[in-house]
């Protein structure tokens, strides 16, 4: 469950609309200039690639459950903001609440690099036993390509019916990702596979894995029962 879910709050966190249709986004904020809008995208994929290598080194001295839990409320406060800035520049058409809408992107853009752009697919190698990997792999990826379908299908047909408004979706959205994240994404820090393996299977398959410890008396048979299943 957790697998899926991670894969999906990480296209549909929001960031989809901008990573995908940077243009029609723009233009519900009146920013039509090619050139300024390539110069928006170029500083968005450098600001990605900083924040997401700073996050990925510093995972392992803050945590992963505190670094979701940051990068998913950082994401729900930005694009609330990103929402009611555009929502007031629908009404008023000033340059400032454009603007601003500009920054909240690239904080919103900050905030999702904490920790979904360095740390969904190894915290889904880390939480899964080694029999199990390459099937959670292959979940994980499935998933990512299924929230594809809907950000290349629906996304575009509903900024162009509703325009700002569709952002409300995506603050309801991130409010249940928050609480998600809070509740089931565990801390994984510091653990051995083998423990955190023990924290979704039941402590049962710690004594287990303590008990069958490879020494050199002894062997591995087909009948051993396999961790996690």
């Given at each position: 469950m957790v697998i899926v879910a991670l894969a999906f709050f990480s296209q549909w966190s929001g960031n989809g609309l901008v990573a995908c249709y940077l243009s029609p986004v723009f233009k519900t904020i009146?920013?039509?200039?090619p050139f300024t809008q390539l110069l928006v995208n170029a500083l968005l994929s450098t600001e990605n690639v900083l924040m997401a290598v700073g996050a990925a080194c510093l995972c392992d001295r803050i945590g992963r459950h505190t670094l979701f839990i940051t990068s998913t409320a950082g994401?729900?406060?930005?694009?609330?903001?990103?929402?009611?800035?555009?929502?007031?520049?629908a009404q008023d058409g000033a340059k400032s609440q454009a603007h601003a809408v500009v920054a909240f992107?690239?904080?919103?853009?900050?905030?999702y690099d904490i920790a979904y752009s360095p740390l969904v697919g190894a915290y889904t190698v880390e939480i899964m036993p080694y029999?199990?990997?390459?099937?959670?792999?292959?979940?994980?990826?499935?998933?990512?390509?299924?929230?594809?379908i809907?950000?290349?299908?629906?996304?575009?047909?509903?900024?162009?019916?509703?325009?700002?408004k569709y952002y409300i979706v995506f603050?309801?959205?991130?409010?249940?990702?928050?609480?998600?994240?809070?509740?089931?994404?565990?801390?994984t820090k510091g653990r051995t596979l083998e423990e955190t393996a023990a924290i979704f299977d039941g402590e049962e398959k710690l004594t287990y894995i303590q008990k069958t410890v490879v020494t050199p008396d002894t062997t591995y048979t087909s009948q051993s029962p396999e961790i996690g299943v």
């Open positions: 009146g920013i039509t200039d994401m729900l406060v930005t694009f609330t903001l990103q929402t009611i800035f555009s929502s007031l520049y992107i690239f904080l919103f853009y900050a905030a029999a199990l990997r390459a099937k959670g792999l292959t979940v994980y990826y499935f998933s990512i390509s299924l929230s594809f809907f950000n290349q299908y629906a996304n575009p047909i509903a900024l162009e019916r509703i325009a700002w603050c309801c959205w991130l409010v249940f990702e928050l609480v998600f994240v809070i509740l089931f994404v565990v801390e």
